[in-house]
């Protein structure tokens, strides 16, 4: 198979015998012209069979030549060689399909890089979304989100910079000219020395990763709720949007726009029964999520009713393999991880 633009030719033999033309195209460009004028014989050149008896004069690239006919298929099918081999690229291997919310859920168990593997990389960065989307098999990544003075969105849990910038700025009452010079400490990473990084604007992550993974964003206060609607509908990627909030919030402009909806449980040990079936059961919900710090009874109860209903159950934040092989015996589908360099398998 010839690797050649659309506009080109790889069709390196085409002509006919008699008063004819056969030449050897190269990316539409003719490298060599054969013609004949004996009018002998009409026959159309295709592959091998044209008779060998004589062609009479031909015309080489303009110059009158005596040929037979072995002699011009010879000429012509070296000359369409020469083309072939020339426009003959390496094979390439063909892209992995892109993930969609239904090709993740197809796999069990399936990873979500939390906060873009925050305790593998500064939380939240460009940098932690880079290093995680390199990762081989990983298929999804986790933002949270909060609005700054003058409506930029930005990649954080918190709605402060304290925890993870040191200094303190409520997001929501600074412009982001005051928060772009923060640096995002690596202090709660596997690797507390490795370089600070910059806080990162969301529309930087969002824009270089929906077509590449299923993004789970969540809102982290009310005024950013509805820009980052908004913001993941402007993408029409509907199949690689997870809408993620605590499981009792309001899931219907979400599920509107047609996104995956995942609502995860609040101590729901302290829950009554019919209030943890109305919860799990509800159809705004898509999947359920369960904190790793849930006793194992609680989780298998999450998990039993979830599969009743047919509905992944997730578990979050894992932060070791004794947590992951855990969730998997408990039944949970899906591990949300921020140490998903290490976790991931």
């Given at each position: 198979m010839c690797a050649v633009p659309s506009s080109g030719s790889c069709n390196a033999i085409q002509g006919r015998f008699g008063?004819?033309?056969?030449?050897?195209?190269?990316?539409g460009r003719t490298i060599l012209t054969l013609t004949s004028d004996a009018g002998e014989d009409s026959s159309t050149i295709r592959g091998?069979?044209?008779?060998?008896?004589?062609?009479?004069?031909?015309?080489?690239n303009g110059s009158?030549?005596?040929?037979?006919?072995?002699?011009?298929?010879?000429?012509?099918?070296?000359a369409a060689a020469l083309g072939l081999a020339a426009c003959t690229e390496p094979a390439v291997a063909p892209l992995p399909p892109v993930p969609t919310t239904t090709t993740l859920l197809s796999q069990r168990p399936f990873f979500v890089a939390h906060r873009g593997g925050g305790g593998d990389w500064p939380e939240m960065t460009g940098f932690a979304y880079e290093q995680a989307s390199r990762l081989p098999g990983l298929q999804a990544l986790e933002i949270s989100v909060c609005r700054t003075a003058d409506g930029v969105l930005v990649c954080s849990h918190d709605p402060t910079t304290k925890?993870?910038?040191?200094?303190?700025?409520?997001?929501?009452?600074?412009t982001w000219r005051t928060l772009s010079p923060l640096m995002v400490t690596a202090a709660g990473t596997t690797n507390p020395s490795q370089p600070a990084q910059p806080l990162t604007r969301f529309d930087d992550v969002?824009?270089?990763y929906i077509g590449q993974f299923v993004l789970f964003v969540e809102p982290k206060t009310v005024e950013s709720s509805q820009p980052l609607l908004l913001k993941m509908a402007s993408f029409s990627a509907p199949e690689r949007v997870v809408w993620k909030q605590p499981a009792s919030a309001d899931?219907?402009?979400?599920?509107?726009?047609g996104f995956t909806t995942w609502g995860y449980l609040i101590?729901?040990?302290?829950?009554?029964?019919?209030?943890?079936?109305?919860?799990?059961?509800?159809?705004?919900?898509?999947?359920?999520?369960?904190?790793?710090?849930?006793?194992?009874?609680?989780?298998?109860?999450?998990?039993k009713m979830a599969d009743a209903v047919g509905k992944p159950t997730i578990m979050w934040p894992l932060a070791s393999v004794f947590?992951?092989?855990?969730?998997?015996?408990?039944?949970c589908h899906g591990l949300m991880t921020s140490t998903i360099a290490e976790l991931l398998r």
């Open positions: 008063t004819g033309v056969a030449t050897a195209n190269f990316w091998l069979g044209m008779p060998q008896s004589s062609v009479g004069p031909v015309s080489i009158p030549t005596l040929l037979s006919r072995r002699t011009f298929l010879g000429a012509t099918v070296g925890r993870v910038c040191g200094v303190d700025y409520t997001i929501l009452d600074q969002v824009g270089r899931f219907t402009e979400a599920k509107r726009r101590e729901p040990r302290k829950l009554t029964t019919a209030r943890l079936h109305q919860l799990i059961e509800s159809p705004a919900v898509d999947m359920i999520g369960v904190q790793t710090t849930e006793p194992e009874q609680m989780v298998k109860t999450v998990v947590e992951r092989e855990r969730a998997i015996r408990l039944g």
